[in-house]
């Protein structure tokens, strides 16, 4: 009786959802969204199956823009039991990112996947108050004080440059990076350098990379990631945080600790400062301040060096890629280099700024390989999306609470409608009559766009600045075809194997 019952009460309410669903959609006048040709309609095993394969060939991206030359902008399917929209129209981005904000939240898959990692007081995986707190305690840290601040840039980056030469100029580019990025994240936000360029640390480094590569792992197996061992993934995300609990946090610690003794005291806060000779925003004290909860630290403080770790070394790596494959592009920016520095100044942020043809060549390598190419949200209530319904594909489409929308940037970027018949190439000179619109999302946009984007853009061109004024020329030690790596971004999966050649 009591099971007849449950089961009354569920058909009644399921019955009553799809009648508000179906009253929404026609307010909304929404019309019917293409749907991927499911053979299982129940678990979407088909899909994810597919999904699966593409990704163990390194050609997820490419099989994702194909669905869409299939099924239009805008498709729906499921993923164990859960709805997907999958999309690479700008109007529905634009909507999720401005008007339609409140609506969407980050999905509990991609919580599930990167929990281990980044941990649940994460502000890449929170939603509602406690991410807004989060997101403005890091603003201070990405100041133009910050970003603007090439003298630090130039001690690391002296550093590689005497790596690569160390190596003969014969040199897989993509682990000098990510050394290069931790160092200069670590000294940017925790006010010390780990110094991975100098300690040479090859197990951080690939406990760091295989962390990284098994959170994006875990997030392709679904709903399945909970049933599945993942033991490399694990004992990698241990000993990372391990090494952050061993270093970064007892900063935090003592730091906090000096705050609460200035308190007791009745000292003035900016007289018990003790890690920080500067006057910048110092990431690891306002964490310290904010808390004396370590497990929140040691969430905020690992989640800040992956996401610097991982945006900038991404961007650098597929860039020298292409710039590996298209040396008259290296030459050209050579010359615009030369012309502004000499061969033996540093550039300061505003000689950065205005060599427009490094802009250009940053801005291009963002759009052919967007370092976060694939994102997703979840809708928190019954909503739509303004694309993707009708034969069309130019009306309306209902989102019932609970679907999630993927959104596929790469496929966005390389829309020929959008971008012209060269879209697939690689060509900084389009950069002088395009303008950025909804049609270009290197780093989201609205309020969860990267909020350190300005700083990963400013590390990027020093970097490529200093490297190309100290070799004008660029050789690819191979020439096999692009293939993604995806983690916590996408890069290449054969890194940057180049050749440099030192000026006389």
Known sequence: MATALLLGYVLVCHLANRKRAAALAKAYKCEPIVQWPLKDKFFGLDYWWAIKKAADRHQLLDWLREQYD???????????????????????????????????????????AFLPLFGRHSVLLANGHEWEQKRSMLRPSFSREQYENTPLYETHVGRLIGRIKQSDCKVNLAPLFLCLTVDITSEVMFGKTIGLLEKDDANLLQNMTNSAEGGHASWLLAWLTKFVAQPLYFDSVKKVRDFMKQTILQEAILHRGALNKSLAENVPRDASATSSASSRAIYLETVAKATDDKEVMLDDLTTILFAGRDTTSALLTNLFFLFSRNPDTWQKLHCEVIEVLRPSHTPTHRQLKAMTYLQSCLKEALRLHPVIPINTRMAVKDTSLPRGGGADGKSPVFVAAGTHVTFHVTALHRRKDLWGDDADTFKP???????????????????????GQHLSLAEAAYVTARICQEFPEIRALEDKPWKELLAVTCVSASGAQVELVSRL
Request: glycine share 6%.
């Open 429 to 451: 000179e389009r950069w002088s009559d395009v303008h950025s619109t909804w049609k270009y999302q290197p780093f989201g946009m609205g309020p969860r766009n990267c909020p």
């Open 70 to 112: 299939k099924y239009g902008m805008t498709y729906f399917t499921r993923i164990h039991i859960t709805d997907i929209i999958s999309t690479c129209d700008p109007e529905n981005l634009k909507y999720m990112h401005t008007t339609g904000f409140a609506n969407f939240a980050i999905d509990r898959r991609r919580q599930l």
